[in-house]
């Protein structure tokens, strides 16, 4: 089984040298997406320049989301940020997602996990 980092260095390599993703890549490219509440434009930049998202950006675009009542948008924008601001590097992603037991992480998963409990 291949760890979480080497698939973020095998994607970062065939990304710096233009290298096109095959099928394999393409589906953790998207899981990678998914799990980190990005998008595709954020983690692509992620994983070249070594730097994370602002935390700003996805969290006001979840109270944006959440203004016009779209839940579960608003959930998994809401992950994007905490990912944003507990991670220095797209690397430590992997580590956030086997290890962490912070409160903040565990309360951004349930709201990611149940978009419709959010209040109205």
Same mark, same amino acid.
């Given at each position: 089984? =291949?760890?979480?980092?080497?698939?973020?260095? +095998? *994607?970062?390599? +065939?990304?710096?040298?233009?290298?096109?993703?095959? +099928? =394999?890549?393409?589906?953790?490219? $998207?899981?990678? &997406?998914? *799990?980190t509440g990005w998008t595709e434009e954020d983690v692509r930049n992620a994983l070249v320049s070594n730097k994370t998202p602002s935390f700003h950006k996805y969290f006001t675009e979840a109270q944006r989301l959440e203004l016009?009542? $779209?839940?579960?948008?608003?959930?998994? $924008? *809401?992950?994007?940020?905490? =990912?944003?601001?507990? &991670?220095?590097?797209? +690397?430590?992603? &992997?580590v956030l997602e086997v290890v962490s037991v912070e409160p903040l992480v565990t309360h951004a998963k349930t709201l990611y996990c149940y978009a419709d409990a959010l209040p109205t």
């Open positions: 089984m =291949t760890s979480c980092e080497e698939v973020v260095e +095998k *994607l970062r390599a +065939k990304l710096l040298r233009g290298d096109p993703f095959d +099928k =394999t890549d393409e589906h953790n490219f $998207k899981e990678l &997406c998914e *799990l016009w009542l $779209k839940r579960e948008e608003a959930a998994r $924008k *809401l992950w994007g940020a905490v =990912t944003a601001l507990l &991670c220095n590097n797209i +690397k430590e992603f &992997c």
